[in-house]
């Protein structure tokens, strides 16, 4: 018998290659809703795999979060610099309802807002909504040039800089205590609280560029459905057919008389 490498053994079983199954066949495609606040509701398509078992698909969608741009959600491309999160929170039929999880500014706008010349005033506060969101503000602004200013830089001082920075907190959270997610996210879309921060510190120092540059959601109430379809108002007013009236007892008794005829 000659010595050498038994061909069989090493090849194995003759026909155990398992066959290559596309993952995406098992999977299907379900539709993100954002809520009422946007101008677009239709914000994309999202994957998941079928209910299997004990494993079911609406569970696996829930707690998602998806990044959307703003110029996306509002059709305003001079919106693009800023980045929504919207969470899944529920599944009905095909449709996941998102609401609002965060929002944040793109790196290169907040690089080209940076100067030599100016200062930087950052500040952050941890503030309650009316519906129990606990959110963290962060807002962000910078000195402006004096009108008819000789002077080259435009620096504040520590103790402007300090008068300012009380003012931002100041303004972010009587603007965020005082209303619910919803309302809150529609003074974010326009810059209202920027604009107000702006208009108050101007006595103190002229600024510029006063953003809230993002939003961080510490802790959410427990999930609400009613709040929920609140939020997206009339998302689930699509073309589902139109009522037909049963037929009386006695025309259906016609009807089956007629079938049964036309069997013979």
């Not at 703003?70 to 599944?91: C, T």
């Not at 609002?100 to 930087?120: C, E, I, N």
């Amino acid at each position: 018998m000659a010595v050498g490498k038994n061909k069989r053994i090493s090849k194995g079983r003759k026909g155990s290659k398992k066959k290559t199954v596309d993952p995406f066949t098992k999977k299907d495609w379900y539709s993100i809703k954002a809520p009422t606040s946007f101008n677009t509701r239709n914000i994309g398509m999202t994957l998941v795999s079928r209910t299997q078992g004990t494993k079911i698909a609406s569970e696996g969608l829930k707690h998602r979060v998806f990044e959307v741009s703003l110029a996306d959600l509002q059709g305003d491309e001079d919106q693009a610099f800023r980045k929504i999160r919207l969470r899944a929170e529920d599944v009905q039929g095909k449709n996941v309802l998102t609401n609002f999880w965060g929002m944040d500014f793109t790196t290169d706008k907040l690089r080209s807002l940076v100067k030599k010349w100016q200062t930087l005033i950052e500040a952050h506060v941890d503030v309650k909504t009316t519906d129990n969101y606990m959110l963290r503000l962060f807002c962000i602004g910078f000195t402006k040039r004096r009108p008819n200013q000789v002077k080259r830089t435009w620096y504040a001082q520590a103790s402007q800089i300090r008068q300012i920075r009380r003012k931002m907190v100041e303004i972010m959270a009587n603007h965020a205590s005082t209303c619910d997610l919803k309302e809150l996210v529609a003074k974010f879309i326009p810059e209202v609280i920027g604009k107000d921060i702006e208009k108050a510190t101007a006595g103190i120092f002229p600024l510029q560029n006063v953003y809230v540059r993002k939003v961080k959601i510490l802790k959410a109430p427990k999930f609400d459905i009613g709040k929920l379809m609140e939020i997206h108002g009339d998302y689930n007013k699509e073309d589902v057919g139109v009522k037909v009236d049963r037929p009386a007892e006695g025309d259906e008794a016609m009807a089956m008389e007629e079938v049964a005829a036309a069997a013979e």
